[in-house]
Protein backbone atom coordinates (compact mmCIF):
# COMPACT_ATOMS: atom_id res chain seq x y z
CA UNK A 1 0.00 0.00 0.00
CA UNK A 2 1.19 3.39 -1.25
CA UNK A 3 1.30 6.38 1.79
CA UNK A 4 1.93 10.14 0.12
CA UNK A 5 3.34 12.75 1.95
CA UNK A 6 3.00 16.63 0.48
CA UNK A 7 5.07 19.12 1.38
CA UNK A 8 6.52 22.59 0.53
CA UNK A 9 3.35 24.79 0.47
CA UNK A 10 3.21 27.96 2.28
CA UNK A 11 2.12 31.83 2.36
CA UNK A 12 3.61 33.47 -0.65
CA UNK A 13 2.70 37.07 -2.67
CA UNK A 14 0.87 37.06 -5.94
CA UNK A 15 3.37 36.42 -8.28
CA UNK A 16 5.49 34.21 -5.82
CA UNK A 17 6.76 30.51 -6.65
CA UNK A 18 6.47 27.31 -4.67
CA UNK A 19 7.54 24.03 -5.60
CA UNK A 20 5.47 20.96 -3.72
CA UNK A 21 6.49 17.69 -3.33
CA UNK A 22 4.97 14.41 -3.00
CA UNK A 23 6.86 11.63 -1.27
CA UNK A 24 5.80 8.26 -1.73
CA UNK A 25 6.74 5.28 0.71
CA UNK A 26 5.64 1.85 1.04
CA UNK A 27 5.59 1.07 -3.15
CA UNK A 28 7.52 2.79 -5.77
CA UNK A 29 5.59 5.00 -7.66
CA UNK A 30 7.32 4.38 -10.91
CA UNK A 31 4.65 2.54 -12.47
CA UNK A 32 1.69 4.64 -11.86
CA UNK A 33 0.62 8.09 -13.62
CA UNK A 34 0.37 10.34 -10.45
CA UNK A 35 -1.76 13.94 -9.98
CA UNK A 36 -1.58 16.79 -8.38
CA UNK A 37 -5.26 17.97 -6.91
CA UNK A 38 -6.49 21.41 -5.18
CA UNK A 39 -8.93 22.01 -2.95
CA UNK A 40 -10.37 26.05 -2.06
CA UNK A 41 -12.32 26.54 0.67
CA UNK A 42 -15.91 25.70 -0.16
CA UNK A 43 -15.24 24.45 -3.57
CA UNK A 44 -14.83 20.88 -5.10
CA UNK A 45 -11.49 19.32 -5.30
CA UNK A 46 -10.38 19.88 -9.08
CA UNK A 47 -7.95 18.34 -10.88
CA UNK A 48 -4.10 20.58 -11.54
CA UNK A 49 -1.92 18.61 -13.53
CA UNK A 50 -0.61 14.83 -14.00
CA UNK A 51 2.37 13.05 -15.11
CA UNK A 52 2.61 9.52 -16.78
CA UNK A 53 4.93 7.35 -15.65
CA UNK A 54 8.05 8.00 -17.59
CA UNK A 55 7.79 11.63 -17.24
CA UNK A 56 6.16 12.58 -20.28
CA UNK A 57 3.71 13.42 -21.26
CA UNK A 58 2.05 15.50 -18.68
CA UNK A 59 -1.70 17.42 -18.56
CA UNK A 60 -2.61 20.61 -16.45
CA UNK A 61 -5.67 22.32 -16.50
CA UNK A 62 -6.28 25.58 -18.41
CA UNK A 63 -5.69 27.41 -16.01
CA UNK A 64 -2.24 26.69 -14.71
CA UNK A 65 -1.05 26.45 -18.09
CA UNK A 66 2.14 28.23 -19.04
CA UNK A 67 2.93 28.90 -14.86
CA UNK A 68 2.44 25.25 -12.89
CA UNK A 69 4.89 22.25 -14.03
CA UNK A 70 4.31 18.56 -13.07
CA UNK A 71 7.62 16.70 -13.03
CA UNK A 72 8.82 12.96 -11.31
CA UNK A 73 11.97 11.49 -9.67
CA UNK A 74 11.12 7.96 -9.90
CA UNK A 75 14.78 7.55 -8.17
CA UNK A 76 13.11 9.40 -5.25
CA UNK A 77 9.79 8.03 -5.38
CA UNK A 78 8.40 12.00 -5.40
CA UNK A 79 6.20 13.60 -7.95
CA UNK A 80 6.75 17.49 -7.57
CA UNK A 81 4.83 20.64 -9.02
CA UNK A 82 6.76 23.69 -9.74
CA UNK A 83 4.25 26.54 -9.36
CA UNK A 84 5.61 30.33 -11.12
CA UNK A 85 3.37 33.50 -10.94
CA UNK A 86 1.04 32.37 -8.27
CA UNK A 87 -2.11 34.03 -8.35
CA UNK A 88 -4.70 34.61 -5.10
CA UNK A 89 -7.39 31.83 -6.81
CA UNK A 90 -4.41 29.32 -6.54
CA UNK A 91 -4.89 29.21 -2.71
CA UNK A 92 -6.21 26.11 -1.80
CA UNK A 93 -5.25 22.81 -0.26
CA UNK A 94 -2.93 20.75 -2.87
CA UNK A 95 -3.14 17.03 -2.94
CA UNK A 96 -1.13 14.32 -4.81
CA UNK A 97 -2.66 11.31 -5.67
CA UNK A 98 -2.15 8.09 -7.51
CA UNK A 99 -4.22 8.67 -10.37
CA UNK A 100 -7.55 6.40 -10.83
CA UNK A 101 -6.84 5.47 -7.24
CA UNK A 102 -8.21 6.22 -3.56
CA UNK A 103 -4.85 7.21 -3.02
CA UNK A 104 -4.40 10.61 -1.55
CA UNK A 105 -1.86 12.27 0.91
CA UNK A 106 -3.23 14.51 3.43
CA UNK A 107 -2.54 17.52 1.41
CA UNK A 108 -0.81 20.72 1.65
CA UNK A 109 -1.43 24.53 2.20
CA UNK A 110 -0.68 27.22 -0.41
CA UNK A 111 -1.79 30.46 0.13
CA UNK A 112 -1.23 33.51 -2.07
CA UNK A 113 -1.59 37.06 -0.69
CA UNK A 114 -2.99 40.07 -3.43
Known amino acids: ?18 RLSCAA ?12 FRQAPGKERE ?25 RDNAKNTVYLQMNSLKPEDTALYYCNVLGTATWGHGTQVTVSS
Do not use: C, H, N
Request: net charge positive; no cysteine; hydrophobic share 35%.
Open 1 to 18: QVQLVESGGGLVQAGGSL
Open 25 to 36: SGRTLSRYVMGW
Open 47 to 71: FVAAISWSGSPTYSTDSVKGRFTIS
